[in-house]
């Protein structure tokens, strides 16, 4: 993983001190809430429901088992000993005091972190595939591309006031785990005719208010000109975006209206002028960056353990759990492992201080000290010998991370919603915490398979819900709670937005309602075919027959 330079640190020490410095005038009356504001948003820090909620950039979701220890202590000394992880492969401390939020960043600065650019009208935390650098599918790891944009987007001055915030995703797999086409700019590593690789570039995607999927602006772009295509498209965004309307500002609305077409011709004029720059990324500085990503002291002989396959045979439970939170990997004899932060009664994506100091002992023990975020909020070991899967997963079961459902019904996405955002208009967690009594049969579970509910408490969209097979978004009908519903989303290679069930539900009804619509699935489900599937097969009036039937 990317470590710092003297020139890394330097910065990020004098930005906590900088925020230190502000954070005492505000304190003591020298600057005003209003001059206060984007000062703090600079450095990851919102005025929450309850409390301040300081979000923590994880770049690409990649943390060293120190770090994650940091994390912990973090949670331990200043919050309420838990944290959550977010679908943006951060995380958010949700009650600090804001008078000690200058000493968390500086501990943060202390293993390499920092929450810089993690809010406002900039570009955020660029995402990626959870299984990068692993993945048998990878046609390249996209990692250091990730980390190529994050050094040139960090404190760019020309997109520090973007007319609204930024969200870009690298894959470099088959299989898009990254979210691509919902994203502001999306970028899937491809091969052209001759064999050589770039970049497919995808623009103008995201949820919200106004959703949209991305269309493809570049079929290949080539490595060198990845930054600068990239600043060309923000150039054109930051001179054309909407800064008159909050709703309108973000560059998926200017992408539609402009259409696909010109769009492209603008950032093409716009990328003449800049390409052959400073800008230019030539092969030695990718290959500095390269050098950050290698591959661990892998055991050659591990392909032989036959252990693994003894203690699938012989317990039913590890069976259970390794079919759904084991995923292969690129060298013989490992596997990932995915642990699981959707145990029933936990909010989706906290972990505790205890269960983080736990899964950086155990990443050092058994995945060569690397943890990766994932955007549906669990966490991966990357690099787990087959061999050691059956203890390993033996430890986890004693804390609570080990509940084999990711996949599944209850791996549900879910944001903060009305329990902590002053932005939601529901709450979320309640509503999980509904689902997974209502779903308590893990046998059931796995008969009902893949399945992807996605739940937002407001149209801002945190928890994806217009992705979801399922979505679940919170809105306010004078002044209760109600539940809308989507189905048919996905956030893969087969993007798609879902469509609207029909009018809200009351939030006491909502785990029932999602149990008429798998019933009505398996009801007319062909053999291993999944509910997305079933649904494009069928269509929504089956699914709106029978939870409306009674109304």
Not at 404 to 419: E, K, R, S, V, Y
Request: glycine residues 8%; contains cysteine.
């Amino acid at each position: 993983m990317y470590k710092y330079d003297n020139f890394d640190q330097t910065i990020v020490n004098e930005r906590v001190e900088q925020f230190r410095g502000q954070t005492q005038r505000f304190l003591s009356g020298e600057l005003s809430e209003e001059e206060y504001r984007p000062l703090r948003l600079m450095n990851g820090l919102y005025i929450q429901r309850h409390a301040p909620m300081l979000r923590v950039a994880i770049p690409y979701g990649l943390l060293s088992s120190k770090q994650m220890r940091m994390l912990a202590q973090i949670a331990r000394e200043y919050d309420k000993n838990y944290a959550h992880f977010s679908t943006r492969q951060n995380l958010q401390y949700n009650w600090p005091d804001l008078e000690r939020v200058p000493d968390i960043l500086a501990d943060l600065a202390s293993v390499e972190m920092h929450a810089v650019q993690t809010s406002g009208n900039c570009i955020r935390n660029t995402t990626s595939d959870q299984f990068a650098g692993i993945a048998p599918d990878e046609i390249e790891d996209p990692r250091p591309y990730c980390e190529i944009i994050r050094q040139w987007s960090t404190f760019h001055p020309e997109f520090s006031y973007l007319p609204r915030k930024f969200k870009i995703a690298v894959s470099g797999a088959t299989h898009d785990r990254a979210a691509v086409r919902v994203h502001d700019i999306g970028l899937y590593l491809v091969k052209n005719g001759q064999g050589e690789t770039g970049f497919e570039v995808i623009v103008g995607g995201g949820l919200g208010r106004t959703p949209y999927i991305g269309p493809t602006i570049r079929s290949f772009l080539e490595k060198k000109d990845l930054l600068s295509y990239l600043e060309a498209i923000l150039r054109v965004y930051n001179r054309y975006g909407r800064r008159d309307n909050i709703y309108k500002a973000r560059i998926k609305i200017l992408v539609n209206e402009l259409g696909k077409e010109e769009f492209t011709k603008q950032v093409e004029e716009e990328w003449q002028h800049i390409k052959n720059s400073v800008l230019i990324l030539d092969q030695k500085e990718i290959d500095r960056v390269k050098a950050y990503f290698t591959e661990p002291d892998y055991d050659q002989n591990a392909g032989d353990d036959t252990g693994f396959e003894s203690a699938l045979n012989e317990n039913s439970a590890f069976t259970s759990w390794a079919s759904r939170n084991l995923a292969d990997h690129k060298v013989a004899g490992y596997k990932a492992v995915v642990v699981s932060l959707k145990a029933p009664g936990i909010a989706p994506g906290d972990a505790t201080d205890a269960q983080m100091d736990f899964i950086a002992d155990i990443a050092d023990e058994y995945s060569h000290g690397e943890i990766v975020v994932t955007h549906d909020q669990n966490l991966v070991l990357p690099h787990v010998k087959q061999a050691d899967l059956f203890t390993l997963w033996n430890k986890l079961s004693e804390q609570g991370l080990a509940t084999p459902n990711i996949g599944l019904l209850t791996d549900m996405i879910c944001c903060p919603g009305l329990d902590f955002c002053s932005l939601a208009n529901a709450g979320s967690i309640p509503i999980a915490k509904q689902i997974n009594e209502k779903f308590d049969d893990l046998d059931y579970l796995h008969d009902i398979g893949d399945i992807k509910i996605k739940m937002s408490g407001c149209m801002n969209a945190c928890g994806h819900h217009h992705v979801g097979h399922i979505g679940i978004l919170g809105v306010n009908k004078k002044g209760e709670e109600y539940y809308q519903l989507t189905l048919g989303g996905s956030a893969e290679n087969d993007a798609a937005l879902g469509d609207r069930l029909g009018p809200a539900f009351a939030k006491a009804e909502v785990a029932n309602v999602i149990e008429s619509l798998i019933q009505v699935y398996i009801n007319n489900r062909d053999e291993d075919e999944r509910f997305l599937d079933t649904y494009r097969r069928i269509g929504m009036e089956p699914f709106k027959e029978k939870v409306y039937e009674n109304n």
